[in-house]
């Protein structure tokens, strides 16, 4: 079974634009969740959708937003983008009934 | 606010010894703790998990171990290699769809 998928693996924007990055979960996993990963905070919850729902969201500003598709893959978005964004950004997938994640290798992101 | 943390922010041990990464929680409704390993350029691996109602867990060559009168989670990695080489997370999901990771330690083996 494929493991979870991320594009782009990297990214450069500037200051003030707009990323999406993308996530294909693990066939059959309906929830997918998103992370932000720097070295000074560690691994940050952004938001979980489950059947295109977003079910919890983590203290993000409005600039972060999310979406899952009727085929559980996900996109994150960031507008107006800022240096502090720049980060690694992680997707999981979860099984029903399931805890544990599985993540992919990541989107790292540099904002310049 | 919600958190949980870890004792040793790095640890280095002998290749073929024990080690013990710890980690300890605050929000003691939590059911279910997770350890995860991240190696570099990677994305963080299930490594083992514990429900609240349990005290231990064993896994291949790996144990994990749950405190809640004092809200302590322990890993233990038995005769650690070289590939062990990486960051440890602990994990607790708080049942509303939403996991706090730890802020993570790197544990280096010397060969």
């Known amino acids: 079974k494929a493991g979870v998928t991320q594009t782009p693996r990297y990214l450069i924007k500037t200051r003030g634009q707009q990323v999406t990055l993308s996530c294909s979960p693990i066939?059959?996993?309906?929830?997918v969740s998103w992370y932000q990963q720097t070295p000074g905070q560690g691994l940050q919850f952004l938001f979980e959708?489950?059947?295109?729902?977003?079910?919890n969201k983590g203290n993000f500003p409005g600039r972060f937003s999310g979406r899952q598709f009727s085929n559980s893959r996900s996109e994150m978005n960031v507008s107006t983008l800022e240096l502090g964004d720049s980060a690694l950004y992680l997707c999981?997938?979860?099984?029903?009934?399931?805890?544990?994640?599985?993540f992919g290798p990541g989107t790292r992101l540099t904002v310049t | 606010g919600e958190s949980v943390g870890l004792h040793l922010p790095t640890l280095s041990v002998q290749e073929g010894d024990n080690s013990i990464i710890n980690c300890a929680y605050s929000n003691s409704a939590s059911d279910y703790f997770i350890w995860y390993k991240q190696e570099s350029g990677k994305g963080p691996q299930f490594i083992i998990d514990i429900r609240s109602n349990m005290d231990k867990r064993q896994g291949q060559r790996v144990t994990v171990l749950l405190n809640k009168t004092v809200k302590h989670l322990s890993l233990q990695i038995a005769a650690t290699q070289p590939g062990d080489s990486a960051v440890y997370f602990c994990?607790?999901?708080?049942?509303?769809?939403?996991?706090?990771f730890g802020a993570g330690t790197r544990l280096f083996v010397k060969a």
């Open positions: 066939s059959g996993h309906r929830s």
């Open positions: 999981a997938s979860t099984g029903e009934g399931r805890y544990e994640q599985y």
């Open positions: 959708y489950f059947s295109e729902t977003q079910r």
């Open positions: 994990a607790e999901n708080t049942g509303g769809f939403k996991t706090i």
